[in-house]
């Protein structure tokens, strides 16, 4: 069992070594090595959320009340890239 999460945590290291985008680096370092939140690396990550296109993106299409429209159901009269909350989520 040690073996196979050395292993999980040797691929998650190389794939940081690619640079992917921050939300991919967060997830690998919060919940696949799971580094502390005070540790320099996650403060540097969570800073670099903010130019993530996929974060700008949410933001972008997020409404007024925080959502990105009904929950589950598609809403077949809106334009929105993000249809549903459930989905922008």
């Given at each position: 069992?040690?073996?196979n999460l050395d292993a999980v945590h040797q691929i998650a290291e190389q794939i940081l070594d690619k640079s992917p985008d921050p939300v991919v680096r967060l997830h690998l370092l919060r919940n696949v090595l799971y580094r502390p939140l005070d540790s320099s690396e996650v403060i540097q990550v969570r800073k670099?959320?903010?130019n993530s296109r996929w974060v700008q993106?949410?933001?972008r299409e997020q409404l007024e009340d925080g959502s990105w429209g009904r929950f589950h159901s598609r809403d077949s009269?809106?334009?929105q890239k993000i249809f549903t909350t459930e989905y922008g989520i």
């Open positions: 069992m040690n073996e670099d959320l903010l993106g949410l933001a009269r809106s334009v």
